[in-house]
């Protein structure tokens, strides 16, 4: 029989989670350069929602947390080819060489231009996870293992303050959930983005040339905006689509949002957490002790705990452990 | 069945687990459980029991007892004391089902009970014949110069004979009052102290080089109750005593009075301090979420679940543990 | 993120509707061809920059066939070239060397004139023993005289008492390429084609037979004659006070 025990109801367990959830906000911005055009994007999101399901296998089950994008914004920057007139050779009879043409540009440089539309309202995921519920033994003298950092990680992408708590000054015994498999959804983006994407890009591109029929030259020379947006952008089908594919694969978002999850559950923030050893009484000043009434501060008592273990099954996490001698 | 059938979070110790605290309690806050009087600071060997302190307390400098006025010797002209000592020297719980047998006078443990065996030792100086007749020159003389003596008042003048070392020891009486006495004061531990013609200033504690302990074995009955503490807005979990018997003391009276004065200093001096919140008892949660409040903005607080709307007893004292049930409520608009 | 470049739109390439031989402007390209081996002096006037000469050698030996010097940049011989701007022009008999300005406002003036030198042949023939081309006197037979006609209407070509009608056109619906030049032979017996159309953006490359100063004038704008909307702001100068009449 072990000498503490302590069970979480799952009631319990989902309102711990709900607070650490709502508590995660990140922030993210990059840019790529793919040669003849360049993206970056700028997001910034939060969690909500979710339901929090002991199972059990000794596993918790967090899903369908919904990822509220606050911010979903991407940067496109076209480099709109050379437009030029003229050009062209002539042929001429032997022995007369043929006569090239110079050609003329429309624009003196390469004309850039760049959209940076938000798409925050436009998209909507969930992630779900299954983690383990595991004890760990959080040891003072120990040093963190050299290379990734995964906390420092965390801090660097979680935006506002205080989302992960300061590492122990004392050993610990912590319990985390750590994340076996994390599902997300792929990042989606309506019919209606593609045509956004068009429209502003179109936009961008028309207001750099001229209007009537230079407009139209130029134009015909480009073989029309919509043509040249998806020749610069390589887009095989729909711009959602290629959006789509940008923000998943191109940019590692996704990656990006599992590692948060990874980390946050299962190396940063754990659920629960005790020291060792552990404070019965703290330290006091006392005037008591000697006649003299001279202050004496009594050191605390702490209370060494030994073999904690932790379990779950489908309706509660059950935390176990000893007294040490 | 589960631990959370009725409630959000669900604690227990075990007694074995609460009789380890208690040892881990002995030894890093002493002064709880030794009372003494300032001379045992120089000469802690002549407690009835050795204190076993653990190493942050000696590292501290914290003192191993709590210093006690001597006992008064009544009618001295001068005050005198004597020095004593007052120890728990152990002390183990159980919870119900009984498991350590009561003394008839507590009959069987009730159900959501415990019962507390405690040993206590005490012991006083009794001062040596030659330390009575040292000091005994002194009180007369004393007596007369105050013109305090039964006959009434007697004319004569003060002091004149020689007081001498006595040859045999430390104290020696060469048939006149001494002038030189091995006395002992609250802040001077066992060093000698000279009296001169003037009357003692402070207490004049006695020399001690033996005390006389004896021991008792203390068994009381309590049980565990919410209560809330002025000035904390948090329930506190508090041990409340239900009788005290002392075994094998006698006569009745002095064995009722005793084990009043023993239940007294439990209730008003022990108890009290050994109270405990619910989180810091069981598992501190709420530190670990309240710092997390703090920063998402949410209140989180863990009470007692309500006994018996929730639960039949909160805390249960069965199955050998303590058992305590908590209801956890998240609120917006935290700190 | 990049920054956008700043971009200026090349405007010559469509206000410009007149275009001359006598004075070289945007989107006019002169063509000159040189059959005899030896050294020349490439003279280059501008009423607003300073005066420019190039030297173009021309010997059996060389390879090159063609090059297209920009009036309007520092010696810019086009995109696949490594010299520099004052180095000499390598050009084999019969090569043709093409002047144009690519941005920029009022004509060029071009002399071409042989320059006799030390082992090399002096020119054997010309009009002129020294200038072989003069653009204010016009293009010399066997030269060419091209313009890239960008503005949708009918233009009239002129030369000597020819005349031809050019009509431009946008496409339909196809995209444009504006690498297929239109070639006008002009002769003793005036344009062959008398009359030419073609798309927008592409040349109309005028091969002289004959001496001659050549006109492309844009005589009716498709659309009757849009002008570009320009924002402007007129300052009336306050009328100075002046003596009163009765």
Known sequence: ?325 | MAFTDHSDLFGSVHEDGVNLVVRHLMRQRPSLFNYATPAFHARPDLFCQPIEAAKSVKDAGNPLFTEQEPLPIFGTPFPVGINFCLQLVDARIDFHPQDVPLPPELGELPPQRFSLMAAACAGIDCPSEEVIAGLLPWIERELLAQQKLAVGKVEESRGGKDVGRSQTGALGVTGAPPRRLVGVRPDVALQPAVLDERPPRGTVVLPTRRIECFCLEVYTVGHFEWGAVPGSEQAWLKTKLDGVEIVDLGPERLEASIECYVATVLRLGILPQVMVPLEKLVLDITKVLAEQGLQVGKQVTLGPSPAPGDVPNNPAVEDDMIKAFGKLTVTDGGA | MRTDSQVTLNRAVFTQTAFESRALTVLTTLLHRFTEPGRYRVHVQHPAMPVRDLTVNVSKDAKKTQENIDLSGTGDRGHDCCCGADEDIELAVNGVLGLYPSTGVGGYRVTVSSVPAEGTEAPASGRDERTLLDTEKGVPAGDYFAVVLTRPGTYLLTARDARAEVKVELPRRERLRTDQPTLVVLGAEGFQPGSVSQLAGRALVVQCDVDALLRVELVEPEGGGEREDRRKHTYRRPRRPGPEHA
Request: proline content about 7%; overall charge negative; aromatic content about 8%.
């Open chain 1, 1 to 325: 029989m072990s000498h503490l025990t302590v069970a979480v109801s799952e009631a319990a367990v989902r309102k711990s989670v709900e607070v650490l959830v709502e508590a995660v906000k990140w922030e993210k911005q990059d840019s790529k350069d793919f040669g003849r055009f360049s993206a970056g994007y700028h997001v910034k999101g939060h969690l909500e929602g979710g339901a929090v399901d002991l199972r059990a296998d000794n596993t918790i089950e967090i899903k369908e947390l919904d990822i509220k994008w606050d911010k979903l914004q991407v940067t496109l920057g076209l480099d709109i080819p050379e437009i030029c007139v003229g050009g062209g050779c002539i042929n001429l009879p032997w022995p007369l060489p043929d006569i090239c043409l110079p050609r003329v540009c429309v624009f003196s440089g390469d004309p850039d231009i760049s959209i940076s539309p938000d798409f925050a309202a436009f998209v909507a995921q969930e992630i779900s996870f299954i983690g383990s519920v595991e004890a760990r033994y959080f040891d003072m003298t120990v040093p963190p293992p050299p290379g990734f950092d995964p906390c420092g990680f965390l801090n660097s992408v979680l935006s506002g303050t205080g989302v992960l708590p300061d590492p122990p000054t004392t050993n610990q015994w912590q319990i985390f959930v750590d994340p076996e498999t994390v599902d997300i959804d792929l990042f989606d983006f309506a019919d209606i983005v593609g045509d956004l994407i068009e429209d502003a890009l179109t936009a961008a591109v028309t207001a750099i040339i001229p209007g009537g029929w230079v407009r139209d030259l130029v134009l015909a020379i480009i073989g029309g905006i919509a043509d040249l947006i998806r020749f610069i952008l390589d887009i095989p089908d729909e711009i959602d689509e290629w959006l789509s594919d940008l923000f998943n694969v191109s940019f590692g978002l996704l990656d990006f949002l599992v590692q948060i999850v990874l980390e946050l559950f299962g190396n940063c923030v754990p659920i629960y957490a005790i020291d060792d050893p552990f404070e019965v009484l703290p330290a006091k000043v006392s005037n008591d002790v000697l006649l003299s009434g001279a202050p004496v501060t009594l050191v605390p008592v702490k209370v060494p705990i030994a073999d904690l273990s932790v379990m779950v099954d489908d309706t509660e996490l059950v935390v176990r452990a000893d007294v040490g001698a």
